[in-house]
């Protein structure tokens, strides 16, 4: 069986850490498929998808990992055209914009510190849109 599911919510940009693991553990109980994989996908080239611990100090450390790999201020060959988010796209595509969680009993197979999160590096507040797809049975 596959089970498709929405997750719509606002971010503020600039590395916005959005922890969307209640949503997705509901998306996986709504299914009712007891095992299998649970995919969270993040459509754009602004944003992705990863697993951390949500903590603040964790949350800080990530970003200021993000701001000395590709700085905002850097010189990008995508802003060349107008735009001022190079840093964003290249960030993305770091993270990557999905994750895949086993299912596993009905449970996602998280470890105890371990949450789903967005993150949006766009320069500006934005409304994201998460797909969650479930296989299994």
């Known amino acids: 069986m596959v089970s498709s ?6 971010t503020r940009g600039d590395n916005d850490v959005c922890d969307i693991t ?6 996986a109980k709504q299914s009712g498929a007891r095992n ?6 993040v459509p754009g080239s602004t ?10 100090g964790m949350v800080r450390d990530l970003q200021e990992f993000l701001e000395r790999s590709a700085p905002a201020g850097a010189r990008y060959h995508h802003n060349h ?3 001022s988010n190079g840093h964003a796209h290249v ?9 895949t969680v086993p299912l596993i009993d009905g449970k996602l197979e998280l470890g105890t510190w371990q949450q789903i ?3 949006d590096f766009d320069d500006r507040p934005r409304k994201r849109d998460v ?3 479930i296989v299994g049975e």
Do not use: Y
């Not at 944003?47 to 603040?56: L, M, R, S, V, Y």
């Open 91 to 99: 960030r993305a595509a770091f993270i990557g914009p999905s994750l």
């Open 81 to 83: 055209g107008g735009d």
């Open 5 to 10: 599911h929405g997750i719509s919510l606002s």
């Open 117 to 119: 999160v967005l993150v």
């Open 131 to 133: 797909t969650v797809q």
């Open 36 to 41: 299998g994989t649970v995919t969270v996908f």
């Open 22 to 27: 209640d949503e997705v553990t509901g998306a």
């Open 47 to 56: 944003a992705g998808i990863t697993a951390i611990e949500n903590e603040p």
